[in-house]
């Protein structure tokens, strides 16, 4: 892999076959990430396995991230969450964590974070089991852009959930949000991903459209740290091909800022 920015995919259905899922790690892919949101026990455990044997295959670490689901609530293909809910973590993302402990998975994503204090309790809550685990905070509710500075303090890394945020905030707000919270964590040197359809027609298609590669190039020149598949791996129709797109965008977009060329020239 050339590129410095990792590339976040999400692992289910077609990508969780063994050499398909090695193809696309060989191809750019440096976090496989689990969504909770979907799935039991052991589904992902089926995952993980597969994660284990292509770490050995390749003698490489592969990172992997639980997405837990939240207070999500599901409504046919759309989802919101419970806006009544006031704890920072529900009793089956508990389950989640301690499942994530027990398989060594890197990281915690943690759904509808709305202060610096959900990000604690988690922490708090994964120490209490025993865990290392890192937290990233998913930044989707209003309530989290207004007191980012102080969850960016105490979180490993920050997610821009941008699909989610969309329903918060007017849709042509979303790329200042994105450019304002990635700008905060450059001041602080605190990693952050971008992430929700930004190769979604892809899920369908054998290539992007301009608009997607100029979104993926755009997180990157911002310099956000990483760059996050879903559905495009998870059900689409060609989970290699969009990692090597992505890592092509990604490379070609650090290259680009490394020389600066004038292409108008």
Not at 72 to 88: E, I, L, P
Not at 225 to 252: F, N, Q, R, W, Y
Request: glycine share 4%; net charge negative.
């Amino acid at each position: 892999m050339n590129s410095r920015a990792q590339i976040i995919a999400t692992i289910n259905g077609s990508s969780e076959d063994p050499e398909i899922f090695k193809s696309m790690v060989t191809s750019g892919l440096d976090i496989a990430r689990l969504n909770f949101s979907w799935g039991d026990f052991d589904e992902k455990n089926r995952v993980i396995n597969v994660i284990r044997e292509t770490e050995e295959n390749l003698n490489r670490k592969i990172l992997i991230m639980a997405d837990l689901p939240g207070p999500r609530v599901q409504n046919g293909n759309s989802h919101t969450y419970d806006k009544n809910f006031d704890s920072a973590i529900t009793d089956n993302d508990k389950e989640i964590i301690k499942f994530s402990i027990d398989k060594n998975i890197d990281f915690i994503a943690l759904s509808f974070v709305g202060s610096a204090n959900d990000v604690v309790v988690c922490k708090d809550f994964i120490k209490s089991c025993g865990g290392e685990q890192r937290v990233v905070s998913k930044i989707e509710r209003k309530s989290a852009v207004d007191n980012i500075d102080e969850i960016i303090k105490v979180s490993d890394a920050i997610m821009i959930a941008r699909g989610d945020l969309g329903n918060e905030f007017r849709i042509e707000e979303i790329p200042f949000i994105e450019s304002e919270i990635i700008k905060k964590c450059k001041l602080v040197s605190k990693p952050v991903i971008v992430a929700t359809q930004m190769l979604l027609s892809m899920t369908e298609n054998i290539e992007p459209t301009r608009a997607e590669v100029t979104d993926v190039s755009f997180a990157i020149t911002q310099g956000a740290d990483a760059v996050m598949l879903s559905e495009e791996t998870a059900i689409g129709k060609h989970p290699l091909e969009v990692v090597s797109v992505m890592e092509k965008i990604v490379s070609e977009s650090e290259n680009h800022m490394k020389s600066e060329v004038n292409l108008l020239k």
